[in-house]
C-alpha cells in the first residue's frame, strides 16, 4: 500500500526517489511510533520547533483516529518539496467503516469515540494542507503536509 | 506498556513523565494517582510534564481528569514544565486545559500547593474574610462597576 513517490512531482528532488516510509498503526505502541517517524522527518524537513510539535501533534490525533475510528490502518510519511521549500506530507489510511458526514465530522466538538471531538478538527488547525477522504463502507484517507518556513 | 512512577513528598505526590505517553499509560497513571492520593492523604498533585514533546487531545483530557478526580479526593493538581512550543500547539489545538492549575517549574508548583492551603482549610462557611486574607484577596468587597458618580 505504499503510496507512489510524489505522482505530482513535489517529492524532494535529490532525495533518491525515496518511497514514503510505512508505519502500520495496531495499537498504542504503533500511535507513538507514528510520532517518532513524522517528527524525525520534521527535524529532517528543518522545520521550526514550533511547527515539528504542530505536526507530532496532528499526527498523534489522526493515527489514534485510525486505530479507534478505522479499527487500525497505517501511516504513510515522506518528505515532500515545493520550489526551495521542504515539507512533510503524512497520510493515514485506513479500511474501517468511513465518514458518512464529512462536515460533521470536522466540526470541533463532534465525537463518536472516547475523546474530546477536537481529533480532525484540531489536526486541520495544525496543519498547512489537510484532505479528508472517506466514504461509508469505503475506509478513509487523511493527508496533511507542513512546510517549513 | 511502560508505568509512570509516583512519588511521594510530604503530603504531595510528584509524578515526572520521562516517556512518550502512550494512552494506556495515561489511563493507568490516571489510576494510580486516584489510589494513591486515597493510600497517603496527599493533598497536592504536581505533574511534571518537562518531557513531553506533545500534548494531544488525549493527554490534554487525561490531565483535565486528574486535575477533575484529585479535586474531589481533596487534593489539587499543578501541571508544570509545559514547553512554549507545547503550549503554542495546546491552544491551536483548541484545548483549555479547564480546571488545571499550572506553574512554570516544580518548585512554583510547590509554592503554589504550600500558599493554597491554609486558605482553603478555613474555608468551611464558603470563604469569609479569613479565607480572603489568606488568599491574598481584598477582604472587602469593590463597588460594583458603574456604582461611582
Known amino acids: 500500500m505504499t503510496a507512489p513517490a510524489g505522482p505530482d512531482g513535489r517529492t524532494l528532488a535529490g532525495s533518491g526517489a525515496e518511497a514514503a516510509k510505512v508505519q502500520p498503526i495496531k495499537s498504542d505502541e504503533d500511535v507513538v511510533r507514528v510520532r517518532q517517524l513524522v517528527r524525525t522527518l520534521a527535524v529532517t524537513a528543518r522545520l521550526s520547533l514550533v511547527d515539528q510539535t504542530k505536526l507530532v501533534t496532528a499526527a498523534s490525533e489522526l493515527a489514534r483516529n485510525t486505530l479507534v475510528h478505522g479499527g487500525g490502518g497505517e501511516a504513510q510519511a515522506e518528505l515532500v518539496g515545493k520550489g526551495s521549500r521542504a515539507g512533510v506530507r503524512a497520510a493515514f489510511v485506513d479500511d474501517g467503516p468511513g465518514i458518512a458526514d464529512l462536515e460533521l465530522a470536522l466540526t470541533d466538538g463532534y465525537t463518536t469515540g472516547r475523546g474530546l471531538g477536537l481529533g480532525l478538527s484540531g489536526a486541520r488547525r495544525l496543519v498547512d494542507e489537510f484532505e479528508l477522504d472517506s466514504k461509508p463502507g469505503a475506509g478513509t484517507r487523511v493527508t496533511i503536509v507542513k512546510w517549513a518556513r | ?149
Request: hydrophobic content about 50%; glycine content about 10%; cysteine-free.
Open chain 2, 1 to 149: 506498556m511502560e508505568r509512570i512512577p509516583v512519588l511521594k513528598i510530604g503530603d504531595i505526590l510528584l509524578v515526572s513523565i520521562q516517556v512518550d505517553l502512550e494512552d494506556q499509560s495515561a489511563i493507568q497513571l490516571q489510576d494510580d494517582l486516584a489510589e494513591q492520593i486515597v493510600a497517603t492523604g496527599a493533598h497536592g498533585v504536581i505533574i511534571d510534564i518537562t518531557g513531553l514533546e506533545i500534548v494531544d487531545s488525549f493527554i490534554g483530557r487525561m490531565l483535565s481528569s486528574i486535575a477533575s478526580i484529585s479535586r474531589v479526593l481533596d487534593a489539587q493538581t499543578v501541571v508544570v514544565g509545559m514547553r512554549p512550543a507545547v503550549a503554542i500547539t495546546l491552544v491551536e489545538l483548541g484545548l483549555s486545559l479547564r480546571g488545571v492549575r499550572t506553574a512554570l517549574d516544580v518548585e512554583r508548583g510547590m509554592q503554589l500547593l504550600r500558599r493554597d492551603r491554609p486558605a482553603r482549610s478555613t474555608d468551611l462557611n464558603g470563604g469569609g474574610p479569613t479565607a480572603a486574607l489568606a488568599a491574598g484577596q481584598p477582604v472587602f468587597p469593590r463597588p460594583a462597576a458603574g456604582a461611582a458618580p
